[in-house]
């Protein structure tokens, strides 16, 4: 088997029992690299060192993770002026959170003739949280529903 040591260099080829010999002598663990490889690679470690600094890495990536929720906001193509105003508030709460918002619109009965306006509501409402929030995706229709995806506006750090 090729062996490599600690640091790093190459040691050459070995038997299996003189590299497990020369692992002993060093205090380190020979642990098996590349067992598929031709010949095979094992690497001289402290296995419980590597398990740690893995560990660690692993640690610190969660740390920088950030987990998005998915608000829902609902509005009617017949709001109020106050009404939306009311839900603009919130949903800027939601964005400042880091959350993304989904905004639907839900047409009842005759409304369903006037997908138009309920086109309107959504894309006023996005421009009435454009500092907040960027549009993801623009309005589609789904059934007897209509929505959009705003996603909230990313602050450089300074």
Do not use: C, W
Not at 39 to 68: G, L, M, S
Not at 93 to 105: C, H
Not at 133 to 152: C, I, N, Q, R, Y
């Amino acid at each position: 088997m090729m062996v490599i040591s600690d640091t790093g260099e190459q040691l050459g080829l070995m038997s299996k029992e003189e590299a497990i010999e020369k692992a002993f002598d060093r205090d380190l663990d020979l642990v098996l690299v590349a067992p598929n490889a031709n010949p095979p690679v094992a690497k001289f470690i402290d296995y419980n060192r590597f398990k740690y600094e893995t560990q660690r890495q692993a640690r610190e990536a969660k740390k920088k993770q950030t987990v998005t929720t998915l608000k829902e906001i609902r509005l009617s193509p017949s709001i109020e002026k106050h009404d939306i105003e009311t839900k603009q508030r919130s949903a800027i709460k939601f964005l400042e959170k880091g959350s993304k918002l989904k905004l639907s619109v839900r047409f009842r009965g005759r409304q369903l003739a006037h997908t138009d306006q309920g086109r309107k509501v959504l894309t006023e409402f996005a421009t009435a949280v454009k500092d907040y929030a960027e549009v993801e995706s623009h309005p589609k229709k789904d059934g007897k529903t209509m929505f959009m995806v705003l996603s909230p506006i990313k602050k450089d750090k300074k």
